[in-house]
């Protein structure tokens, strides 16, 4: 069974850099695609950023030209470096991955990013 696991949130001052992992378990990694999504109170869960099997991604406009992602097929993870955090960045974040055309329904616990001022 497919298990996913967020870590490397924490708190950090405006301008700060994070670097989130999200290790997706099981045999499919390689083919699947990841993406990372937050959630801030009383706002609806957001796509961030996503990467598929081949290496291309995709940032929300908010995340261009400040977070990264990126992949590491061996140890079934997937990062996101979060670079010149800002106050709005901050929020739960979680990932997800699409295996064929189908988004899985499992999400992992997420891990808390705040950005103080």
């Known amino acids: 069974q497919v298990q996913i696991e967020e870590s490397g949130g924490g708190a950090v001052q405006t301008g700060g850099s994070l670097r989130l992992s999200c290790v997706v378990s099981g045999s499919i990694f390689s083919v699947i695609t990841v993406a990372w999504y937050r959630q801030a109170p009383g706002n609806e869960r957001e796509l961030v950023a996503s990467?598929?099997?081949?290496?291309?991604?995709n940032y929300v406009d908010s995340a261009k030209a400040r977070f990264a992602i990126s992949r590491d097929n061996v140890r079934k993870t997937v990062y996101l470096q979060m670079n010149s955090l800002k106050p709005e960045d901050t929020a739960v974040y979680y990932c997800?991955?699409?295996?064929?055309?189908?988004?899985?329904?499992?999400w992992g616990q997420g891990t808390q990013v705040t950005v103080s001022s």
């Open positions: 990467i598929n099997s081949g290496g291309a991604t």
């Open positions: 997800r991955y699409k295996y064929g055309s189908a988004w899985s329904t499992k």
